[in-house]
């Protein structure tokens, strides 16, 4: 089996900064795009950023230029980094990794818990 575990989340004013971690563990053959996703209260679950195995990330208009998305993969992790925190950024965030377990099998979808940002203005 595959555990994703989140931690960063908190508590912070707006202009402030967090970062996100997510560690993959388990049965794991190869990772391949890891990205973060958010949901705030009463809305729908949204793409913040994604990155492939080789390096390419994608941001929501709403976060370029402040957040960052990396991965460590020989710690089988991702991160963000978010800066200049706004109220509108409060939500719960949600990795999301493309795993394989085996060789020569489908990736699939693995999500972490969730941990809560709240910027407060």
């Known amino acids: 089996q595959v555990q994703l575990v989140e931690s960063g989340g908190g508590l912070v004013q707006t202009g402030g900064s967090l970062t996100l971690s997510c560690a993959a563990s388990?049965?794991?053959?190869?990772?391949?795009?890891m990205g973060w996703y958010r949901q705030a209260p009463g809305k729908q679950r949204e793409l913040v950023a994604t990155?492939?195995?080789?390096?390419?990330?994608n941001y929501a208009d709403s976060v370029k230029g402040r957040f960052t998305i990396s991965r460590d993969n020989a710690k089988h992790t991702v991160y963000l980094q978010m800066n200049s925190l706004k109220p509108e950024d409060t939500a719960v965030y949600y990795c999301?990794?493309?795993?394989?377990?085996?060789?020569?099998?489908?990736?699939?979808?693995?999500w972490g818990q969730g941990t809560q940002v709240t910027v407060s203005s």
């Open positions: 990155i492939t195995s080789g390096g390419n990330t």
């Open positions: 999301n990794v493309d795993i394989r377990q085996r060789a020569g099998t489908m990736t699939l979808h693995y």
């Open positions: 388990g049965n794991i053959f190869s990772i391949n795009a």
